[in-house]
């Protein structure tokens, strides 16, 4: 693939990347050779474990989980011809979402107040649990609301629900 000037900077930078482009402008390359190009560097300076500690301590983040597997797979298919003795560090190198990734931390225990479990809750149920709370806070003025005859409980909370 032929690379202008900004994705060249980009592959060769020393440290971390952004890279923000359309569709079909070769992030995915960019990315990986970026990592390939550290991982270059790292090995050049301290060896397999240089590599392995470069990956340790990185993190590639996209938006989707389908470009997060083909970064994957494309580092999984170049990093051996790179790289052969330091394949088993790739291992290692945090490819995921956001979203992954803060799942990734909220489960490694570093916030015991989630405990062992916890859910990322989608649209919908976000929705459902808001009913649920408001539903709850609704009830202990119950009687209160006896006198409002115009509404029905649940156009209420669809209202209440609708303005979040």
Not at 21 to 29: D, E, L, Q, R, V
Not at 59 to 71: N, Y
Not at 149 to 162: C, D, K, P, S, T
């Amino acid at each position: 693939m032929n690379v202008d000037l900004q994705q060249q900077a980009a592959i060769e930078a020393n440290s971390g990347a952004f890279v923000e482009a359309g569709a079909g402008s070769g992030k995915t390359f960019v990315l990986v050779h970026h990592i390939l190009e550290l991982a270059k560097a790292s090995f050049e300076k301290s060896g397999d474990e240089g590599v392995r500690e470069l990956f340790k301590s990185t993190a590639l983040i996209t938006f989707t989980r389908k470009a997060a597997q083909e970064i994957s797979a494309r580092l999984m298919r170049e990093f051996p011809r790179i790289l052969p003795s330091s394949e088993n560090s790739l291992g290692s190198l945090t490819v995921t979402t956001i979203h992954g990734l803060c799942s990734k931390i909220l489960n490694d225990g570093s916030f015991p107040e989630f405990g062992q479990s916890f859910d990322v809750l989608t649209p919908q149920k976000t929705q459902q649990k808001f009913k649920l709370l408001v539903n709850r806070a609704l009830g202990s003025y119950r009687g209160e609301l006896r006198g409002f005859a115009l509404f029905h409980r649940e156009e209420l909370l669809n209202g209440v629900v609708n303005i979040f």
